[in-house]
């Protein structure tokens, strides 16, 4: 049995909430503007976290409770993300049909507004046929865009449940279960500038060493579960100057925390080794290369096994509504991860959101319609 979800009231909120500008960091309007209808729809709490004073936001997190009325049922939490990419000055939406897009010049911010629309209609559903549901918590967060910063600095020990669903990936109908843990690498040669026509001897080209110690490493997809880039290089100054500084950028991911560490280390050796076996002349005298490292863990591994109780719970839930989800391991990182590695269990539901972070974006009213169809079936399942 599925709910009728009330299809025009959906696709009005889904434009509102477009057409409310909310690029990373810039929140303060969006996140009143959901202050408000929380309340308006009985929230019990409403509640601004302080992680903006660490994100640098105009907003922090909003965690926001639902207690329900089925005590002895588990309650969970669903999760979107405020912040949008840019551009997103001046959002205007076109509806060709059932289909959502921007006016070309700005991106339409589906991602992740999918997500906060379809949750707005079902606690509108909720309210307006009085149904019975177990607590619910709604958690909104900001900058996921600018590397997941609200996840990170959400205050946790204010959430009274202890896993969910987080509203955000592209597609509709799959669940994803399996996501990568990331680091992030930073890599600093430091060599020795020299006049490049008249002592290049005397210098130390940061640049070459950089390129042998790339040129040795495997890049791209390096097993099933893993790969790695190396997506920034910035350095040199002139090019009669032997450059003496250059700085790389890259990233590790894998779905194995061994891997991880293994194609992280990878990196520091095949560098280390690199600059040790750089050899200089009489020019160089005892001078040396040096290269620094900056390992940051990204984000950790989301991995959800078929049988803990996020999983069983949305598994059940869309049996008896007769839908057929798929259940998919993805290669990106999203709060989801942040919200696993705090020990909260969380599946990534698929928004119908496409062709995200372009001008191009789209959304079809009738993928929300069945996101909002699913979330209602989960949130009313006895479990
Ligand atoms: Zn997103």
Not at 99 to 112: A, H, P, Y
Not at 306 to 325: C, E, F, H, W, Y
Request: some cysteine.
């Amino acid at each position: 049995m599925t709910i009728a979800i009330n299809r025009e009231r959906l696709a009005a909120t889904f434009a509102e909430l477009c057409e409310i500008s909310s690029p990373f960091r810039k929140e303060g309007a969006i996140a009143a503007y959901l202050k408000d209808k929380f309340a308006a729809l009985g929230a019990d709490e409403v509640f601004e976290d302080n992680s903006a004073v660490k994100t640098g936001s105009e907003s922090g997190n909003l965690i926001v409770r639902f207690n329900g009325s089925l005590p002895e049922q588990q309650g969970f939490f669903l999760s979107c993300h405020m912040d949008t990419v840019e551009p997103a000055d001046g959002v205007k939406v076109v509806r060709t049909g059932d289909v959502f897009s921007s006016k070309g010049d700005t991106i339409l911010g589906g991602d992740d507004k999918s997500g906060i629309a379809a949750i707005l209609e079902l606690l509108t559903l909720l309210k307006e046929h009085n149904t019975p549901h177990p607590m619910l918590e709604i958690i909104v967060t900001t900058c996921e865009e600018i590397g997941l910063l609200g996840a990170k600095h959400l205050e946790y020990d204010r959430l009274l449940t202890t896993y969910g669903y987080a509203l955000d990936s592209s597609g509709i109908d799959h669940v994803i279960v399996g996501a990568p843990a990331a680091n992030k690498i930073k890599v600093e040669i430091k060599g020795l500038a020299a006049h490049a026509g008249l002592c290049p001897d005397a210098g130390i080209n940061a640049l070459t060493l950089a390129a042998e110690a790339l040129s040795s490493l495997r890049m791209g997809r390096l097993d099933e579960e893993s790969t790695r880039n190396f997506g920034v290089i910035q350095g040199g100054v002139a090019t009669n100057i032997v450059p003496e500084r250059i700085v790389l950028r890259g990233e590790v991911r894998s779905h194995s925390t061994d891997k991880l560490h293994r194609y992280t280390k990878e990196i520091y050796d095949t560098f280390e080794q690199t600059v040790a076996r750089w050899q200089g002349g009489p020019a160089t005298g005892d001078k040396r290369p040096l290269v620094t490292f900056d390992i940051i863990g990204d984000y950790p591994a989301l991995s959800l096994a078929d049988d803990t109780p996020v999983i069983k719970r949305i598994r059940k839930a869309s049996a008896m509504a007769g839908k057929n989800l798929q259940y998919i391991v993805a290669g990106g990182g999203s709060d989801a991860n942040i919200f696993c590695g705090y020990g909260l269990p969380t599946a990534i539901i698929a928004t119908g959101m496409d062709k995200v972070h372009t001008l191009e974006e789209q959304l079809d009213l009738n993928d929300l319609v069945r996101l909002t169809e699913i979330l209602h079936a989960v949130a009313t399942t006895p479990f």
